[in-house]
Structure formats: structure tokens, C-alpha cells
């Protein structure tokens, strides 16, 4: 691992170091942040100044702290989202290709009628039926997302399971859960990992975007969409305050891809042409 780091591309050194300073905010959000979270005060829209360096938004409340925070509440509910998607997606993907017949047909096709559908609008649907809870917006991006957990982990699943140390395993009489976690799951981790990392930020982009349309993380929280949606109308007036939250989407967006390509790379077998 260490010399692989070691010839880590500029790009991706780039990723892990943003990656990181994004996760040291979330985690140390109350011991970084100037003030509380719903903390407001007595001058809404206030310019940015000494006390208030990116100013305030349309309550009064300090901006600074509200991105910081926003790190805590977006990136957070972005990865358990994502963990649960995998863990859901992963698990019946391998066990559709592990037995295939009529498992693995009606799991697909019910797959194949959530893929349909497009995510945005079938999340803002379902949102709009169980409401805007922080546990609904987990559970129905998740589920939308594990579709296509799903479908990598039964692709990859499939050329594993007909290895000659599969059937040895099978023959020697180990239960399909032991030869999931020990013999198919081991060989599919590069992939799967990497694409934990696409999924990540499909969750993270997609939790903005409900937000931004007032159905995703709800306020008093903190969120870097619904940021952007409450002091859009300072563009109006030449002043860049909702251009912080939307950089620091885009900018996590890109770290994130930065190191998933990497990984994907060095672990594909590929070497760079000289």
C-alpha cells in the first residue's frame, strides 16, 4: 500500500487531502465552528466582515458555520445512505449470481422495473408520500440507489462464481454464506470498492439536489443545497455567499473522483505507457 501511495499521481494526492479536511470538519464540526448551529443574529444578510467572514444568510445566521455544519449533515447522511445501499445491493447482487434460476430472475426484474424510473423523480415521489424525515430520505435514496449496487455486484459475482476454487469450496461441503464472505467476496473488492466511491457521490449530488428543491435534509439543519436555495438571491446583487456552499459540492465531487480513478487504476493491473 505504501509504495502504491508512494506513486500516487498529483490528482489523487489532491482527492485524499481534500477527502480528508472534508471528513476533520465533519467530525470536529461543534469545535471548529464560530458559533451554533441555529445561532442567529440581529442582521440578516450581513456582509462578511471580522465577525461574520462569509456573512449571513436570509435569518441571520452565520454562514461560516452553517458550511461547516452542513459538512457534518450532508456528508454524513451521504455515507450511511451509501452503506446501507451496498450493503443491501452487494448482498442479494452476489446471491442472484451465486444461485441464478428463478432467484436471480426476480430479483432482476424487480431491479430492472426501480431502474425505470427516474431516481430524482421516483425519490421526490416517495418523499412526498412518507415525508422528509432524516430515516425516509436514507431509507429511499438508498433503495434507489442498491439497484445499481446491484447490478455491478451480480456482473462481477457471476465471472467469480464459476471458478474452479468456488465449486472446490462447494464441494467441500461450505455453506453459501461462507463461500460469499470468503471465497467471491475477496476477488470483487477493487471494483466494488471503487464504485462505493461513484455511489458516494451520486448520494452526496442527489441529497444537494432534494434539498435544493426543499424536500431533503430539513431545516434548522444544516445543507449545503438548501444553502444555495435560501441566498440564491444575493447573485442578484453581485455577492458570491451561495457560490460557497455549491464549490464545496463540487469540490468534494471531484476529490472523490480523483481518488476512485486512481484506485480503479492501480488496481486494475494497468500500466501508465512511458
Excluded at 126 to 151: E, N, Q
Excluded at 170 to 194: F, M, S, T, V
Aim: net charge neutral; glycine share 6%.
Amino acid at each position: 500500500m505504501r509504495t502504491a501511495l508512494k506513486k500516487a499521481p498529483l490528482s489523487a494526492w489532491f482527492g485524499m487531502v481534500v477527502t480528508l479536511c472534508y471528513v476533520l470538519v465533519a467530525l470536529f464540526a461543534p469545535l471548529i465552528a464560530p458559533y451554533r448551529e441555529t445561532q442567529v443574529f440581529s442582521e440578516a444578510f450581513a456582509p462578511w466582515s471580522h465577525e461574520f467572514m462569509f456573512g449571513t444568510d436570509q435569518l441571520g445566521r452565520d454562514m461560516l458555520t452553517r458550511l461547516i455544519y452542513g459538512a457534518r449533515n450532508t456528508i454524513g447522511i451521504a455515507v450511511a445512505t451509501t452503506i446501507i445501499s451496498f450493503a443491501a445491493g452487494v448482498t442479494l447482487g452476489l446471491l442472484a449470481a451465486m444461485y441464478r434460476g428463478w432467484p436471480d430472475q426476480i430479483l432482476s426484474r424487480a431491479v430492472d422495473v426501480l431502474m425505470s424510473i427516474p431516481s430524482l423523480i421516483f425519490a421526490l415521489m416517495l418523499l412526498s408520500i412518507f415525508g422528509s424525515s432524516i430515516t425516509s430520505l436514507v431509507l429511499i435514496i438508498a433503495l434507489l440507489d442498491s439497484t445499481r449496487v446491484f447490478r455491478l455486484a451480480r456482473a462481477v459475482g457471476l465471472n467469480v462464481v464459476v471458478m474452479e476454487y468456488v465449486e472446490a469450496a462447494q464441494l467441500r461441503g461450505e455453506g453459501p454464506a461462507w463461500i460469499l464472505r470468503k471465497e467471491i467476496l475477496p476477488n470483487i473488492l477493487p471494483p466494488l470498492i471503487a464504485e462505493f466511491g461513484l455511489r458516494f457521490c451520486f448520494v452526496f449530488l442527489t441529497i444537494a439536489a432534494l434539498s435544493f428543491l426543499g424536500v431533503g435534509i430539513q431545516p434548522p439543519s444544516a445543507d449545503w443545497g438548501s444553502m444555495v436555495r435560501e441566498n440564491a438571491t444575493l447573485i442578484t446583487y453581485g455577492d458570491v455567499t451561495p457560490l460557497l456552499p455549491a464549490g464545496a459540492i463540487a469540490l468534494l465531487t471531484v476529490a472523490v473522483n480523483f481518488v476512485v480513478d486512481w484506485f480503479l487504476h492501480s488496481t486494475s493491473g494497468l500500466r501508465d505507457e512511458k
